[in-house]
């Protein structure tokens, strides 16, 4: 009944008879992150822009939202932003395939397509590939030279990482 598709990187996904959910196939990438086959795209996901990202996590905070719950929560946040720009960047992320829409309901309730770890992970690759040539340790040394980090911290770090290069060699 369950076919594995190794097209999610670091993923399991499961598709699922679709005579088991009413005609569309059930797609589960983790016990707590369920969705159906329109939500998960064949392609990679654009990276979200600011404005997209910060309702996606509204999204993951909150859970599946309405456009006035995103713009509720937005505000709580001191984010000055209005209905129609909400509604407007979630139709747009509709057609990026960053969330879903469940037009079963009304109001309409919105949903990420990708969980949180994911999203941040690519944005992260795309971050190490575009600025430092794919080098996850200049990332970590980078990082931690902007800190007062004790120097064998440092190297320890550093140690780790090349264990880590030759461990993937």
Request: aromatic share 4%.
């Amino acid at each position: 009944m369950a076919e594995e598709d190794g097209a999610s990187a670091g993923c399991v996904v499961f598709f699922l008879d679709k005579r088991a959910r009413g005609g569309k196939k059930e797609i589960d990438n983790d016990e707590d992150f369920r969705h159906t086959e329109d939500a998960v795209p064949s392609k990679r996901l654009p990276s979200p822009t600011d404005a997209e990202l910060a309702i996606l996590r509204v999204l993951w905070d909150c859970g599946p939202s309405s456009v006035r719950q995103i713009l509720a929560r937005m505000r709580e946040g001191k984010k000055d932003v209005g209905y129609t720009t909400v509604l407007k960047l979630v139709q747009i992320m509709t057609g990026k395939g960053l969330v879903v829409r469940d037009e079963t309901q009304r109001p309409q309730i919105y949903r990420p397509s990708v969980a949180r770890a994911a999203t941040q992970g690519q944005m992260l690759k795309d971050l190490v590939q575009r600025a430092f040539s794919g080098s996850e340790k200049e990332v970590v040394l980078r990082l931690l030279s902007g800190k007062a980090c004790p120097a064998e911290e440092l190297e320890r770090v550093e140690r780790l990482l090349d264990k880590l290069e030759g461990w993937r060699r």
